[in-house]
């Protein structure tokens, strides 16, 4: 029994001290996981700490607070923007900022986006203040009441006389002072090509006409304008001139634009074949127009007589320049004509601007009749 006993209390003590160590070296575990935990910890903390550091440089330009990089406003005095036709809102905030009246551009750039009416901001020329905030910016751009309409706005098929009238209109400046501008003198950056007339050379589109703006900067901003649009078309200079005349013609011959592609196969099929039944004469009623001082209506009898460098009934080929500022359908139709043989076309409802085709002269007076009868029940309107 004292034997047992003994040998039972060793067991019990070398038990205890297994327990106790199995416990201690679970609490040395409990305490590496805890070291491990606060290690991760401590580096996402870092890390998220980085991310938000560059974050406040992306937006503000430094790591420092968003109030540092705008204005507290309302702002004070008075200066004029103008937003131009395509502006981006990092456009406006770049033009803002140079006129002083926002911060900087991420100020601006985060005012806009927060504000879902942003992009109504209309183009204008607007009176803000100085040292605005960015928000107070954005809705003054969005009050009609700081806007003043100086926009110049060209047509696809206006001729050079009718967008002179719109910028004297919109800037009150002499009549002269305007024409001398839009003469085609090289300073407007008016290629050679052109030879000299600007007529064709004014890119349709929204001209904003800020207090710096003069006739030569205006007529140069539209003659950049076609010249763009030539280079993104890629068309070389030495066949530029032609291109802007043929287009031109289907601006004036032309009301819808499904008919351009077939109105430019006629011009071309006229052309390819100067012994056929055309002999090479386009016979066009708008190009009659326009030399005798004209945009709208049918030539006379007499007006087809009457001799100019226009006349396309009396003069085979192109006439002499332009007759018209061509949009980018009527360039994109003259660069793809449609296939076809077509000869003859006539516009037998002026209202409408149904067109008719032909290949032959027979089908186009069966055709023209359809006008005679048009005019005759629209007094008036021919």
Request: proline share 5%; charged share 25%.
């Amino acid at each position: 029994m004292t034997l047992r006993g003994g040998t039972g209390e060793t067991t019990s003590g070398l038990r205890s001290r297994r327990l106790e160590h199995e416990r201690a070296r679970a609490r040395k575990r409990r305490r590496r996981r805890r070291v491990r935990t606060f290690l991760v910890l401590a580096v996402v903390i870092a890390l998220l700490g980085t991310a938000v550091w560059y974050a406040l440089g992306a937006l503000g330009g430094s790591g420092e607070p968003h109030e540092s990089d705008d204005y507290p406003g309302p702002g004070t005095g008075s200066v004029e923007v103008t937003v131009q036709q395509g502006d981006t809102g990092s456009d406006i905030g770049a033009a803002l900022v140079a006129e002083g009246v926002v911060k900087t551009p991420a100020a601006f750039t985060r005012a806009f986006q927060a504000n879902k009416a942003s992009g109504s901001i209309r183009p204008g020329t607007y009176t803000l203040r100085t040292q605005m905030s960015a928000s107070d910016a954005v809705a003054a751009l969005l009050d009609d009441a700081n806007r003043s309409d100086n926009t110049v706005t060209v047509d696809a098929g206006q001729t050079v006389a009718q967008v002179v009238s719109k910028v004297v209109d919109v800037t009150g400046l002499p009549q002269e002072q305007v024409e001398e501008a839009f003469s085609g003198s090289a300073d407007i950056g008016l290629p050679a090509e052109a030879g000299g007339n600007v007529e064709g050379w004014l890119a349709p589109g929204a001209y904003e006409v800020s207090a710096s703006d003069t006739p030569q900067s205006l007529a140069a901003a539209m003659v950049a304008g076609t010249v763009k649009e030539l280079d993104n078309l890629g068309v070389p200079s030495d066949q530029r001139q032609d291109l802007l005349i043929k287009a031109s013609i289907l601006e004036r011959e032309v009301n819808i634009d499904t008919y351009l592609p077939k109105v430019a196969r006629v011009i071309e099929n006229r052309l390819e074949d100067p012994d056929g039944e055309t002999k090479g004469f386009l016979q066009m009623d708008s190009t009659v127009l326009y030399g005798l001082g004209r945009t709208g209506g049918i030539p006379s009898a007499d007006d087809l007589k009457q001799d100019t460098p226009y006349n396309t009934y009396l003069h085979p080929g192109l006439p002499a320049g332009p007759i018209a500022q061509p949009g980018r359908a009527a360039l994109e139709a003259t660069l793809r004509p449609a296939d076809g043989k077509w000869l003859y076309f006539v516009t037998v409802n002026l209202d409408t601007g149904e067109t008719l085709f032909a290949e032959t002269h027979a089908e186009q007076d069966e055709n023209r009749k359809k006008l005679e009868q048009w005019c005759s029940a629209n007094q008036g309107k021919c």
